[in-house]
């Protein structure tokens, strides 16, 4: 079933869940784009900047034991909606990501039970072991340097009904990359290719494959240049003034994130496929 977008009187209700660093621009640019959304965030001060955008707000923090007060919210957001984008990254504290999995699953219940018809889950090309070639999206597979909390989550919404996009690093306005090694020494596979996507990128992205009702895939989503780590990083620094990392002698090695299918099947046209010039829109 491809999901109708022909006029605004059909549009489907979308749910963001996390409407955050990309969350927001996202659920702000479904509403500019003529469907009705409804978003999720964990801070009261930023429900009154949904509610300014047009997209009906709902506060709700998920956790491996939901709260009443959550459990219903989960609930009564679902009520009605079409299409739930869920865009909830897994934690980085201690357990957190072993929760992940779990989180999404009580999403994945009650988005069942409300009768939400489609899921788009946003993931991460974390999922993909760290070895020194092209990565398809075939290849993700249980490793030591793969996340093996994403593969389970991504494995509850994979099937004919759902879709996954796996996004690249994540860069653009308000997460500029030169502060992540700056000033470093030593760093390790300074040869090895970066996979970046630029936040307008991940959102024409998510935007093309709801358009098209491209479901029941896996993507990756990443830019198509992959210049080494050690010139993004230090063309990066550079940028903001700081320190560019030093690297290790000798050392390359790293996977490179292929996205051709999602190019073909959407026909989107990247803004900013070149990484290092996108480094001045961040």
């Not at 702000?28 to 047009?54: C, E, F, H, I, K």
Request: with cysteine.
């Amino acid at each position: 079933m491809t999901l109708p977008v022909s006029s605004a009187a059909v549009f489907p209700t979308v749910a963001v869940l996390g409407c955050g660093w990309l969350g927001l621009p996202l659920a702000r640019a479904l509403m500019a784009a003529g469907y009705p959304v409804r978003g999720t965030t964990t801070t009261p001060s930023q429900l009154l900047t949904l509610r300014d955008a047009g997209i009906q707000p709902f506060l709700l923090r998920l956790a491996p034991t939901l709260s009443a007060t959550d459990a219903d919210t989960l609930r009564v957001l679902l009520q009605g909606v079409e299409v739930l984008v869920l865009n909830v990254p897994p934690g980085r504290g201690p357990g957190q990501p072993e929760a992940y999995p779990i989180i999404l699953s009580q999403v994945a219940e009650a988005a069942t039970a409300a009768g939400v018809a489609r899921v788009l889950l946003v993931s991460s090309t974390g999922v993909y072991p760290d070895e020194a070639r092209t990565m398809h999206e075939t290849d993700a597979h249980a490793s030591a340097d793969a996340d093996s909390h994403l593969l389970r989550a991504e494995a509850l919404f994979q099937g004919a009904i759902n879709t996954v996009v796996r996004m690249a690093g994540l860069m653009g306005p308000g997460r500029p990359p030169g502060r992540f090694l700056a000033g470093r020494t030593g760093v390790a596979h300074g040869e090895a290719p970066v996979n970046m996507i630029h936040l307008h990128d991940c959102i024409g992205l998510l935007l093309k494959v709801l358009e098209s009702g491209l479901w029941g895939h896996t993507f990756n989503g990443c830019a198509a240049t992959h210049p080494s780590r050690r010139t993004f990083f230090t063309a990066a620094a550079t940028q903001l003034g700081l320190e560019p990392p030093t690297f290790a002698e000798g050392t390359s090695g790293g996977k490179q994130v292929d996205s051709s299918p999602i190019r073909q099947l959407t026909h989107y046209q990247f803004r900013h496929d070149d990484v290092v010039a996108a480094l001045s829109f961040c």
